[in-house]
Structure formats: structure tokens, C-alpha cells
Antibody
Framework: QVQLQESGPGLVKPSQTLSLTCTVS??????????WSWIRQHPGKGLEWIGY???????YYNPSLKSRVTISVDTSKNQFSLKLSSVTAADTAVYYC??????????????WGQGTLVTVSS | QSVLTQPPSVSGAPGQRVTISCTGS?????????VHWYQQLPGTAPKLLIY???NRPSGVPDRFSGSKSGTSASLAITGLQAEDEADYYC????????????FGGGTKLTVL
């Protein structure tokens, strides 16, 4: 059973960089076959896909966030990470990491982390 | 506003059947891309409910079913139970600048 767990600061100051890590257990990122993704949910709102990474390091980002997002992978630790720069209060959200399955482009998210709330405030 | 449109809320009594619609356009559902559904119980992460329009992952009761036609998709829940009260989201691929993967705005299901 694959499990994902997000970790990182719950409070970030405006204009700083949000950094989160997702640790995967029960499966190896480097085995390939899956993308690994970040998704966020603003308080009381719907879901927004942020971007994905493959074990090789190839990435794809949501066009609306692309200029501020960097996703990286550390296969030795079986982790992938999210960095979101120049944050504002509008970036306050629950951030989820998830495994992407299926055949492109009709992929879907089959395993999710429990989510971590990040608040942007001074 | 979401690329995929869902009703904000639906409700039904225990034992009844409810449906949740997900309306897209020619750049997503209408282009033939699959629709997937997620269930989010209060205070928890979303859970995959239906993938590839109508397939259920192992462990999902057959009370849940999905379908797709034209530019829309639907999630049906039969034999409604109190534990089904949750938010439901559809998701698909979109070939416009909104994509590639987009979600509906979510539907709150209330079991009366």
C-alpha cells in the first residue's frame, strides 16, 4: 500500500518561499511508471493542480503558477518537493501530494497524502 | 470559476439515488478525455472514487457509478447512506491553457 506524507512549515511570511516535502513509502519513486504531483485546496474551496514530476526529473506545471513553482525529486530519499516563491495570502491552502496513475493525458490521482495547511501571514 | 462545472450541492434521503453532474467543453470532456471522480469526507484528503469515466477502484462499493456523454459526465450514488455525506469532485484533462489537469468546483452531498 503506497502512502504519502507531506511535511514542512505551516506558516510562511508574505514574499517568502513556501517549501514542502512529500515522503513516499510502500513504493519506489525511481521504479518509474508514475508521475508525482502537488495539488492544493484553498480554505473552503475546490482543488487546484499545481504540477508534477517524474523520477527522471522532468516536470510540468500549471500555467497559472508556472513562474513561481519548482518541483524537484530526491530518489535516494524517496521524496519529492515543492517550492512556491513570492507567496501572498492567496497561497494559503491545504497542500496535498499525490501519485498520478493512468495513461496520458487522461491521468488521475490514485493515492493522496493527508494534506498540510500552509498559512501565509506576517 | 472552474473549467468543469458541478452543482454546488445536492441532497437525498437515505436509500435514495442521487446524481452529480460535471459539465465541460470541447477542450476537455467533449474532446473525449476521461473523467475521474473523488470523494472528500469532512476533514480528510480526497479519495479516488471512479476512474476512466466508469471504473471503480478496489474497495469502492458498487453503489457508486460513473458515466460520460458528450461534454458532460455524471456520478450516481444509489442506496444513499449517511456515510456518503461528503464533497465530490470531477477531474479531467483540458487542452487549453487551463490544463492540463483540471477539477470541477465540487458538489456537497447532504444526506437528509
Amino acid at each position: 500500500q503506497v502512502q504519502l506524507q507531506e511535511s514542512g512549515p505551516g506558516l510562511v511570511k508574505p514574499s517568502q518561499t513556501l517549501s514542502l516535502t512529500c515522503t513516499v513509502s510502500g513504493g519506489s519513486i525511481s521504479s518509474g511508471g508514475y508521475y508525482w504531483s502537488w495539488i492544493r485546496q484553498h480554505p473552503g474551496k475546490g482543488l487546484e493542480w499545481i504540477g508534477y514530476i517524474y523520477y527522471s526529473g522532468s516536470t510540468y506545471y500549471n500555467p497559472s503558477l508556472k513562474s513561481r513553482v519548482t518541483i524537484s525529486v530526491d530518489t535516494s530519499k524517496n521524496q519529492f518537493s515543492l517550492k512556491l516563491s513570492s507567496v501572498t495570502a492567496a497561497d494559503t491552502a491545504v497542500y496535498y501530494c499525490a501519485r498520478v496513475k493512468g495513461y496520458a493525458p487522461s491521468n488521475y490521482f490514485d493515492y493522496w497524502g493527508q494534506g498540510t495547511l500552509v498559512t501565509v501571514s506576517s | 470559476q472552474s473549467v468543469l462545472t458541478q452543482p454546488p450541492s445536492v441532497s437525498g434521503a437515505p436509500g435514495q439515488r442521487v446524481t452529480i453532474s460535471c459539465t465541460g467543453s470541447s477542450s476537455n470532456i467533449g474532446a473525449g478525455y476521461d473523467v475521474h471522480w473523488y470523494q472528500q469526507l469532512p476533514g480528510t484528503a480526497p479519495k479516488l472514487l471512479i476512474y476512466g469515466n466508469s471504473n471503480r477502484p478496489s474497495g469502492v462499493p458498487d453503489r457508486f457509478s460513473g458515466s460520460k456523454s458528450g461534454t458532460s459526465a455524471s456520478l450516481a450514488i444509489t442506496g444513499l447512506q449517511a456515510e456518503d455525506e461528503a464533497d465530490y469532485y470531477c477531474q479531467s484533462y483540458d487542452s487549453s491553457l487551463s490544463g492540463p489537469w483540471v477539477f470541477g468546483g465540487g458538489t456537497k452531498l447532504t444526506v437528509l
